[in-house]
């Protein structure tokens, strides 16, 4: 999944070259941001879940 996200972001990236509405750029900004908050949520339900182990 990593590798197809970050060439969808590299093919963005050379479109936004050409692009002068800026429209390839802000897509390039949206997936890079829910790809980042998707796993910031990983994170924090893991630290979630380890929080609430109890030692029996």
């Given amino acids: ?3 197809v996200l970050e060439e969808y972001l590299a093919s ?3 479109q936004a070259k ?3 509405g800026g429209s390839a750029a802000a897509e390039a900004f949206q ?3 829910l790809a980042r ?4 949520q990983r ?3 893991a630290s979630a879940a380890r929080a609430n ?3 029996p």
């Fill in 1 to 3: 999944m990593t590798f």
């Fill in 12 to 14: 963005l990236a050379q």
């Fill in 18 to 20: 050409s692009d002068p």
């Fill in 31 to 33: 997936m890079a941001d």
């Fill in 37 to 40: 908050g998707s796993g910031v």
């Fill in 43 to 45: 994170a924090l339900t």
């Fill in 53 to 55: 182990i109890t030692d």
